[in-house]
């Protein structure tokens, strides 16, 4: 049985869990706040320390298939797009081992003629010798198309359901095969299923009402520590940004509502990890930094190439699916403008300044040589 088969179930008979979570996104005044934020530090510090993990995303390709009305990688998108080859995804690498990162997230467009299976354990093949701790968050697969590229090296698996508001994910998802809602919301138990040893999952706040997600996703975590035990699990919140199609939010999530989202997940959830990237503003970040975060991004480009300008000899202009002959540009197109963008080294400085522990790798397959 998968959750997508008790899911509406478990919005409507919620459990004790999600009811104690949903009185803690009632409104509250500053002073409730300011406790909650207190008693989320503190659970924060008990079960994580003052640990911070770093990471950085690669993105590998921007072809997509899908038609996605808030995505800067949508079909319909007139916008400048490659996929690395795999000497430039090397290089791409270097520049990021260079700056400290060992924890990487490979990231691409959904698009099987470029981002192919076989592509993709090619990539971490490639990688692994450089890199201890590799994610991916790419098309969602069959558990038999997973076990290659966990074979391969890949250790973590990043799926978010993008909005858990069926109408809304069938509005929002035009046309391609991420129309499916049901076959995304099952992704991380087949990753589980393929032995994953991370798996992450999110949503993209500003599609749909905040709480209505917040309940959701909170109620795929806990359905997920019950069945997907073996997994390390983290949760995203990211916040639409502007992209290629000038979508705008028509649900947006305002900065207070989201420091006290973070916190009651924090409190809810007290083992699982949290993540923020630098979708959000450098303020922003500073202060939710000792709150309850677990693991932060640094230095991002949401472009291939973005590193390095890898792949910018064959970019190509695409028009609704369709190559446009000779128009390459300057630069592949981003799938979101970030917000925070100071380098490896400022995050590191600023975590050490806030008392915490910057933390660059916390893996190695060595471990289980060992044990």
Not at 208 to 225: G, K, M, N, P, V
Request: charged share 25%; hydrophobic share 40%; proline share 5%.
């Amino acid at each position: 049985m998968r959750f997508s088969s008790q899911f509406d179930k478990s919005l409507r008979e919620k459990s004790h869990l999600l009811r104690s979570f949903e009185a803690l996104l009632d409104p509250m005044e500053n002073g409730a706040l300011e406790a909650l934020a207190a008693r989320s530090s503190a659970v924060t510090r008990r079960h994580f320390g003052k640990t911070m993990r770093l990471f950085a995303p690669l993105y590998l390709s921007n072809e997509c298939i899908n038609s996605c009305t808030y995505c800067g990688f949508s079909r319909e998108n007139a916008i400048q797009r490659v996929t690395l080859e795999l000497d430039q995804v090397e290089t791409e690498v270097r520049h990021l081992t260079a700056e400290g990162f060992r924890n990487i997230l490979l990231v691409a467009g959904e698009h099987p003629k470029f981002v192919s299976g076989p592509y993709l354990k090619m990539c971490i093949e490639r990688l692994r010798p450089h890199i201890p701790s590799l994610s991916i968050e790419v098309a969602p697969m069959e558990t038999i198309d997973y076990l290659p590229l966990v074979s391969a090296g890949a250790e973590g698996l990043v799926v978010y359901q993008e909005t858990y508001h069926r109408e809304t994910y069938a509005r929002a998802h035009v046309n391609g095969p991420k129309k499916d809602f049901d076959w995304r919301l099952d992704c991380p138990e087949r990753g589980h299923e393929a032995g994953f040893r991370r798996i992450g999952i999110g949503a993209l706040f500003g599609l749909w009402d905040w709480r209505f997600e917040a309940i959701a996703l909170a109620a795929h975590l806990e359905y997920l520590q019950k069945v997907c035990w073996k997994s390390q699990l983290t949760i995203s919140l990211p916040r639409l940004r502007p992209a290629a199609g000038e979508y705008e939010p028509q649900h947006p999530l305002a900065d207070r509502e989201f420091i006290q989202l973070i916190c009651a997940l924090r409190v809810t959830f007290p083992t699982v990890g949290i993540v923020l990237s630098t979708r959000e503003p450098a303020a922003l970040r500073d202060l939710l930094a000792p709150m309850g975060i677990t693991m932060m991004s640094a230095g991002s480009h949401t472009e291939p190439g973005g590193y390095t300008g890898q792949g910018r000899d064959a970019l190509h202009l695409t028009v609704k699916g369709k190559i446009v002959p000779g128009s390459g540009g300057a630069a592949a197109t981003e799938q979101f403008s970030i917000s925070d963008d100071r380098d490896a080294r400022s995050i590191e400085n600023l975590l050490t300044r806030l008392g915490l522990d910057p933390v660059w790798k916390d893996w190695d397959s060595g471990i289980l040589g060992a044990a």
